[in-house]
Nanobody, 124 residues
Framework: QLHFVESGGGSVQPGGSLRLSCAAS????????IGWFRQAPGKEREVVSC????????IYADSVKGRFTISRDNAKNMVYLQMNSLNPEDTGIYYC?????????????????WGQGTQVTVSS
């Protein structure tokens, strides 16, 4: 069964950092674009970042540009999201997802494989 397992979430104070990890199971991530999405309470799921299959192309939501960095290690079947300068608006459940093409897309409907999510809470 194809799925992801996310880890690295937790509670931090504003200005803090977290590094999320996403481990793929049942498939090789090298052929997939991988995205990180988040969903805050009462809000729609939104794309945070995405990285192309080869890692040469990335996209970021405007709200996280300059603070978050996405990366991948295809040999380990892993994708990461380094999150710095966190603020309360970054609170939510973070999901990683894969789409079976090489390029990124901003819409969650474009992604085929999802994880269960990891909670990130930013609060003082």
């Amino acid at each position: 069964q194809l799925h992801f397992v996310e880890s690295g979430g937790g509670s931090v104070q504003p200005g803090g950092s977290l590094r999320l990890s996403c481990a793929a199971s049942g498939f090789r991530t090298a052929y997939y674009a991988i995205g990180w999405f988040r969903q805050a309470p009462g809000k729609e799921r939104e794309v945070v970042s995405c990285i192309s299959s080869g890692g040469s192309s990335t996209i970021y939501a405007d709200s996280v540009k300059g603070r978050f960095t996405i990366s991948r290690d295809n040999a380990k079947n892993m994708v990461y999201l380094q999150m710095n300068s966190l603020n309360p608006e970054d609170t939510g459940i973070y999901y990683c997802a894969a789409r079976s093409v090489s390029g990124c897309a901003p819409l969650s409907l474009s992604y085929d494989v999802w994880g269960q999510g990891t909670q990130v809470t930013v609060s003082s």
